[in-house]
């Protein structure tokens, strides 16, 4: 190999990292743990859970973006099982010194109550320290190379508190900037006992592309199934999947007029008649 083909090598890693570091995901989910996803429920989230890296970096590498990986589980407490306010994880850590470069998935135990609005808050916090970092060397531009953020919720029962976990909502929606309040993606995913109320209020509106070929518009990113055998694991895996698609189509924040509609579009890939929340 000559140096010029070194020289070319070098400048189209560079290139691709570049791209990489302008092209920023921020993926938050939120696991309930309770006592109620005892069995079958808490073994097909782990499972998913346990293939979640894979998935992201085949992403990663087919759209040259960095997903920054970050999960909640909640029970009766919520608390930080991969990342942390500060901390992610991600294929890519070489941006910032508190980026995590693995994890392997521990599975998750259930037990306790349902602490929906603390995971919220925690979320919360993480999402606006990406935008308003504190004490970091980042400047106005990084902060703008994100695409839209997403939240995404799973859960099998009502909160401890309606009413608290109403209010960390709202607060959810105003941990960006202003201009871009609207433009968190926000998916529930109910299973069983879930409450369709707060499913509903937790889901930011979009596009659910159905497999009969029809498009839902404007409709909330909430999902119920009644079935959680093996069909909770499929559909949340590809939830995911089409939720970081989704937001790399949109584009980055920066390139978006202030006053423009985001809707993120989730592909249906389980219907059996009753379980959307249209």
Known sequence: MSMDDDFGDFFQKEAEINAIRHNIINLIILLDTSGSMHGNRINEVNNVMNGLNDLIKDVEESYCVQVRLRVIQFN???????GSVEHYIGSYPFWYDHAVESQAWIPLIAGGTTETAEAIVLASAAIHNDFYPQNDSRNEYDCLCYHSPIVLLVTDGMSNNPNLTEKAIENLKQAVPKQYEDQITR???????????????????GKIERGDGNVSEKTPLAFYFRDDEAILG??????????????????????RYENEEYFPVISEYHHDGDDWLD
Do not use: C, M, P, Q
Request: hydrophobic residues 45%; without cysteine.
């Open 76 to 82: 009766s407490y919520a608390t930080w099982v991969v």
């Open 187 to 205: 998916v529930s995913i109910g299973i069983g006992g879930a409450s369709l109320d707060e499913l509903k209020d937790f889901a930011s509106v």
């Open 234 to 255: 499929k559909n949340l895996r590809d939830i995911i999947l089409s939720a970081i698609v989704s937001s790399i189509g949109y584009g980055r924040l920066s390139e």
